[in-house]
């Protein structure tokens, strides 16, 4: 429109501009994000809940592992993370008791290599067939894997309830269901029947977890740590002596997979005990 200071006469662009809101708006009260997904999710293995199965196992390593958060850019979602090996399923659910009935459940199952995110809901009595959610409304999918026999699943889920009498506010606490269908269950749209899959799964929960405010992050102990010998502080007794025939050896650094933790090398000639100690002063 050259140098003028006012805006110039506007241009058709495309059909899309100039246009005009079908309804009116309160630019201060009102909202239509609701239902947008999320633009960011939880890093993985950064989610606050975790759980793996065998207990203590690795992510890369677990049968079964599960990471929950809330989602970091948009608090009104929960993000979930799922990895296993399994043909058929791997799922989370959430439960107000420990009998697998009135559950809602969120998975991951395999057709033809595909994998679909589910919201799916286990009526009561217990072992009566798990069934989709009436809609899906509330997911959103970030990202599906099937390789090698192992399912790996990213998706937020809305905090809130979507469809009444099928999911929970998941800013609650609830017993956690942990399952997995080993074997193919085909075309079957819900989740079949899991597996005994040599007894770790499925399981439930010890206790109620809410998985919003909830972190148990903190409490696994780190998967490596620091080479003996390679420690940044290193003090040996008789002063210069190799660590294999020093009287008494200590070796400290921080955790080289979680720097919250430090790692301590303890080695010497004693039938009672061996120690370090930190102090202020040096009056023991």
Request: hydrophobic share 30%; net charge negative; proline share 6%.
């Amino acid at each position: 429109q050259g140098l003028r200071t006012s805006l110039g006469y506007h241009s058709a662009s495309g059909g899309m501009t100039p246009s005009i809101s079908p309804i009116l708006y309160n630019p201060v009260n009102d909202s239509n994000t609701d239902g947008r997904c999320p633009v960011e999710v939880t890093g993985i293995e950064s989610h606050n809940l975790i759980f793996g199965m065998p207990e203590g196992c690795l992510r890369a390593d677990c049968e079964y592992y599960v990471g929950l958060s809330p989602n970091p850019s948009d608090p009104t979602y929960l993000d979930v993370y799922l990895e296993g090996n399994a043909a058929g399923w791997i799922a989370i659910g959430f439960s107000n008791n420990t009998q697998m009935e009135d559950d809602d459940v969120l998975g991951c199952r395999v057709n033809s290599g595909i994998v679909t995110v589910v919201d799916t809901w286990n009526p009561s009595p217990r072992r009566t067939a798990n069934m989709l959610d009436a809609t899906q409304d509330g997911l959103c999918v970030q990202s599906t894997s099937f390789t090698n026999g192992r399912i790996t699943c990213r998706f937020s889920r809305t905090i809130n309830i979507t469809d009444v009498g099928q999911d929970y506010n998941l800013d609650d606490s609830y017993y956690l269901l942990f399952g997995r269908r080993a074997a193919d269950q085909g075309a079957t749209t819900a989740l079949g029947f899991h597996s005994a899959n040599g007894g770790m799964t499925p399981a439930i929960s010890e206790q109620q977890y809410n998985p919003v405010v909830d972190n148990n992050a903190n409490e696994r102990c780190p998967g490596q740590a620091t080479a003996i010998g390679s420690h940044n502080l290193v003090f040996g007794m008789p002063e210069g002596c190799e660590r294999s025939s020093c009287e008494y050896y200590v070796g400290l650094s921080p955790n080289p997979m979680n720097s919250e933790y430090l790692d301590v090398y303890l080695e010497g000639n004693a039938a009672g005990w061996i120690a370090i100690g930190f102090s202020n002063n040096t009056q023991m």
